[in-house]
């Protein structure tokens, strides 16, 4: 039952999120770019409640605050090194596009291996409870909804062909399901590794919220646009609020 959970959320995460986020480029590019802020700003609040109030607090309870936070800071440096390496980068603005147009194959790659890192939390999260699971797997499609929008926007604008790029970035999405659930067999095995794996998640889900995509937020700050967009971001909050509450 636990891993139909898991398998469930894994693919909601990546097949759902990318098929989700074709039918964004349905949308006129006018009420596309209206709503996409909106679930950035969405996401930004279930990924800092996840990371803050879901994932270290339950670390904290297996390892020592110094383990947990330690490994937290290798992971906001390791996903720092991999962003500059894999030019891993959640654009959710067609601004952005320009800067990126001829790196279409090494965004691919970097989704891989971010989505392989989202297989990984989704397992880690179930095998501590289903509550936590399920919040952390809302998580995984609410910020990966807005950043599938943003890679089909690139790999358009690279030339790419609506079937071709739906085509590769499905098979990059992919890469979730083998890893969950083989993150399920080998953490069932070694449980004292699932805090380290809980720590580098919310590592994960710190660094996107905080250096990706909130800075986008600040940019589109304006009047009643940025009071919704803190509406949403309490939305997303409270969302994670009352399924963590769950957990018994």
């Known amino acids: ?33 209206l709503l996409v802020p909106y679930l950035v700003a969405y996401a930004t609040g279930t990924l800092l409640t996840a990371a803050l109030l879901g994932l270290i607090p339950h670390a904290l309870k297996q390892i020592s605050p110094q383990q947990t936070l330690g490994t937290v800071l290798i992971g906001i440096i390791l996903f720092f090194i991999l962003e500059k390496v894999l030019i891993w980068r959640h654009c959710h603005d067609s601004e952005c596009i320009e800067h990126h147009h001829t790196t279409a194959p090494l965004i691919l790659i970097g989704d891989a291996f971010h989505n392989s890192t989202d297989g990984l939390v989704i397992a880690a999260s179930f095998l501590v409870s289903v509550p936590l699971g399920i919040a952390i797997g809302i998580s995984v499609i609410a910020h990966e909804i807005p950043q599938e929008v943003g890679d089909f926007a690139i790999l358009l604008h690279s030339g790419y062909s609506r079937s071709k790029a739906l085509f590769w970035n499905t098979l990059s999405g992919l890469t979730t399901i083998p890893v969950a659930i083989v993150s399920y067999y080998a953490l069932a095995e070694v449980k004292m590794a699932i805090p380290y794996v809980m720590a580098i998640s919310a590592a994960s889900f710190l660094y996107i919220a905080l250096v990706d995509i909130s800075p986008e937020l600040h940019r589109r700050f304006k009047g009643e646009s940025g009071i919704i967009q803190v509406l949403l971001m309490i939305t997303g909050i409270t969302t994670m609020l009352l399924i963590i509450q769950m957990h018994p």
């Open 1 to 33: 039952m636990l891993l139909a959970w898991i398998l469930l959320f894994s693919i909601l995460g990546s097949v759902g999120a990318i098929l989700t986020a074709a039918l964004f480029l349905l949308l006129r590019e006018p009420t596309r770019k």
